[in-house]
């Protein structure tokens, strides 16, 4: 089955630094997709970017990065430069093709972002 | 605007009141699911629908029920709730199976007395 762990329940940050949340995954399928989600105080879920497993390049969108290392199962988001609203809990997860047709997201448990002045 | 919308946005109710919380997208999406939230435990897959009148169990399918009668609603119904029915309840929908970006709903918080 698949699996995503995030094992850091809080991260602080200080404005303008970069930080890095671990996600690492578990999966048998050869093709799979990689996403990370926002989810504000308001508690709606902000999609910020998505890494294919047969993507040969590292996404990137804007401020956020995906350092996606396949042989390590691992794809960590990276906040460059953060801004107070970067403040919000982050959710790694991963759609899993499996058979034809069958799709399946699973979340991690997420990680709080604390980004301070 | 293109948009998931649910509603309602919240709702108490009491053990074993049949319930019901809508879902729909203007952006005609084939692919619907709901999902619930606990602390602790991230987003789980309560079912999902890959076009009209094609629904499947997602991770946690007990006690739910969907359906798909028209592919821009996809409601969710508790005929029975109990109180670890208690949860925060997203929507959301894909494009296709060739699109990879959900568009999640703004969440439906739930409270079973």
């Known amino acids: 089955a698949q699996k995503i762990t995030q094992t850091q329940p809080g991260m602080f940050v200080q404005e303008k630094e970069a930080v890095t949340l671990d996600c690492t995954y578990d999966t048998s399928d050869p093709s799979y997709g990689l996403f990370w989600y926002k989810q504000p105080s308001s508690g709606e879920m902000i999609f910020l970017i998505y890494q294919g497993s047969y993507d040969q390049q590292n996404a990137t969108e804007g401020r956020y990065s995906l350092n996606f290392q396949k042989a390590r199962k691992s794809a960590n988001l990276v906040i460059s430069a953060s801004q107070l609203g970067d403040s919000a809990m982050y959710f790694c997860?991963?759609?899993?093709?499996?058979?034809?047709?069958?799709?399946?997201?699973?979340f991690g448990t997420g990680t709080r972002l604390l980004v301070s002045p | 605007e293109a948009q998931v919308t649910q509603n309602p946005r919240y709702l108490i109710t009491v053990t074993g009141k049949k319930l019901t919380v809508t879902c729909s997208q203007n952006?005609?999406?084939?692919?619907m699911s709901w999902y619930r939230q606990d602390p602790g435990l991230g987003l789980r897959q309560i079912y999902y629908s890959m076009n009209v009148e094609v629904t499947d169990k997602g991770d946690v399918p007990e006690g739910y029920k969907v359906s798909r009668k028209e592919k821009r609603n996809f409601p969710l119904i508790l005929e029975s709730p109990s109180p670890n029915q208690t949860s925060l309840y997203f929507c959301?929908?894909?494009?296709?199976?060739?699109?990879?970006?959900?568009?999640f709903g703004p969440g439906t918080r739930l409270t079973v007395l």
């Open positions: 959301a929908s894909r494009a296709s199976l060739s699109t990879d970006t959900q568009y």
């Open positions: 952006m005609n999406h084939e692919y």
């Open positions: 997860a991963m759609r899993d093709q499996g058979l034809v047709g069958f799709q399946k997201l699973v």
